[in-house]
């Protein structure tokens, strides 16, 4: 069964850290782009950050530049975000997600690219709040 299964959100205090899993399965992760989006309430959904396939070039949003990383280890197929110096307005359920070519096509804006995406999992929370 294909699956992207995110972890690793939670309740962090300002500044504090996490570290977002998104583990594949049922595919190789090193073919694909993959990327994170978040969605919080009442706002709009926004582009994080993606990593590419072929060089594993990175790109990311202005809003988290410098604070985030994004990262892959095809060994365990598994791409990870992490998240420093975090604040309130970081908190959203964060998705994982990649493009298998569906018909079902989604584009969201990451920096000065446009990630496209038809596959994400269930999404992790991640709440920045004393």
């Known amino acids: 069964q294909v699956q992207l299964v995110e972890s690793g959100g939670g309740l962090v205090q300002p500044g504090g850290s996490l570290r977002l899993s998104c583990a594949a399965s049922?595919?190789?992760?090193?073919?694909?782009?993959i990327g994170w989006f978040r969605q919080a309430p009442g706002k709009v959904r926004e582009g994080v950050s993606y990593?590419?396939?072929?060089?594993?070039?990175?790109y990311y949003a202005d809003s988290v530049k410098g604070r985030f990383i994004i990262s892959r280890d095809n060994a365990k197929n598994t791409v990870y975000l992490q998240m420093n110096s975090l604040n309130a307005e970081d908190t959203a359920l964060y998705y994982c997600?990649?493009?298998?070519?569906?018909?079902?096509?989604?584009?969201?804006?990451?920096?000065?690219?446009?990630?496209?995406?038809?596959?994400w999992g269930q999404g992790t929370q991640v709440t920045v709040s004393t």
């Open positions: 997600a990649t493009d298998f070519g569906l018909p079902e096509d989604h584009l969201i804006n990451i920096g000065t690219k446009t990630f496209h995406y038809d596959f």
């Open positions: 049922g595919f190789t992760l090193d073919y694909y782009v």
């Open positions: 990593i590419s396939s072929s060089d594993s070039s990175t």
